[in-house]
């Protein structure tokens, strides 16, 4: 579990406790409760599963306790905090349908093949107002099969997201893809929270041709790397998929270029390219996508002085236009974007990694050798789309000979580095 973004709170562990442990109407104006509940994701101890159980057990009904309860109850979960799944599963029962949600989830982190709890986890399906997408997620998690026909109730659910998640447990459960298009069709939605969500359950039905759709996907590349990464790890254990099965569609994705990807929105005419560069800051990266492909069409010459004055007033913090205007100057092949570029190669801040394989991707587009070196030393990295992207650019540079650690652990990239040097 990927935790770099949690520890952002000047708290000791000790200090987590004791706020934590503070009834909710003695706590000062400094403090929060809720805050100490997330923080203590950082301390993996005994004192803190268990101050996290007592808030747990806290079941004061004000809401700032109950808000409270359904943090301590997902950090017990982040946590895999075994000692705590009597306690959790005590919420299944809980009238709080968020903390009955969070209390879903969390079993699903922890794991359990007890099964009185994942038939109460089933039964939930029955409830009214529930979170119905995450229990059959967790279902499906938990490979609990006997759930499969109160799941299928819900593949015609007019909630899509709710449909999918159903239609995903179907196909996983009974190797039945007969509906798996409705799911796919979701890739292409208008609205950016259900194509993100129909990667997940595409990852859950285990439908491993969903790899060439996901890759045309109009999301983050994050989400599309993980469904292509996960998709093609579960293939590889299952001997259902190869390398060359996954490396052009795994490609594409990381060279992320705008006509690689089925667009989703569109303008009626081409807006100013202020405009455009303030799209580049949009949350749905279907968005960016599209500014990014007209910038290229329409304002090539003109473009990259106005990245460079939006870089240094707001591009530089912000951490998905970061990605997107160091893509930008590769694509536009404009070389006095280089410094610029291998900044964002270095640029180890946690919100910004996807940046460093996009500066990879974007140094192999500029052709300027001396970008050599610093990818090879991109090599030793711990991230293994950087690697991997590293190893694209290096290989359009002309450096087939690239030496990646022999202790490498990482299938793909290996498996990319022995391609090229058979080439």
Known sequence: MDKRFFSMFNLTEEQAITVLDTPQDQISEDDSRYIAASHLINYPTEASIDAL?????????????????????????????????????????????????????????????????????????????????????????????????????????????IASAAIAAVGRFNQDYSQIERVLSFLQHSQVLARRLCIQDLIDAKYYAAISHIAYCPVSIVFRLRGIRMLADAGLADGQLSFTDVQPYLEQ????????????????????????????????????????????????????TALFANYETEGRSDYGAHFHIVKLFGWLQHAPAYDLIVEALHNTQPQFQ?????????????????????????????????????????????DNNAEIAPDEPDWLVKAKAASIKNN
């Open 53 to 161: 159980i007592r808030a747990v057990q806290n079941t004061s009904p004000e809401l700032d306790n109950r808000i409270v309860r359904r943090k301590s109850i997902e950090t017990l979960g982040r946590l895999q905090a075994a000692k705590a799944l009597p306690v959790i599963r005590d919420c299944l029962a809980d009238d709080d349908c968020y903390t009955v949600e969070n209390a879903v989830w969390s079993i699903g982190e922890i794991g359990t093949t007890d099964q009185e709890i994942l038939a109460e986890i089933t039964q939930l399906l029955q409830k009214p107002q529930q979170s119905y997408r995450v229990i059959i997620h967790t279902l499906i998690k938990l490979d609990y099969r006997p759930a499969v026909t109160e799941i299928q109730k819900f593949t015609t659910s007019e909630d899509g997201p």
């Open 253 to 304: 994705v990381l060279r992320d270029h705008p006509q690689d990807l089925k667009l989703v929105h569109s303008y009626s005419q081409v807006p100013v390219l202020e405009t455009l560069i303030q799209d580049l800051y949009d949350v749905d990266f279907g968005r960016c996508y599209l500014a990014i492909q007209l910038i290229l069409e329409h304002y090539a010459t003109e473009a990259p």
């Open 354 to 398: 996807k940046s460093r394989a996009a500066a990879a991707i974007a140094l192999g587009e500029l052709g300027d050798a001396r970008a050599i070196p610093l990818l090879q030393a991109s090599l030793k990295e711990r991230l293994w789309d950087l690697k991997y992207a590293a190893l694209m650019s290096l290989a359009k540079l002309g």
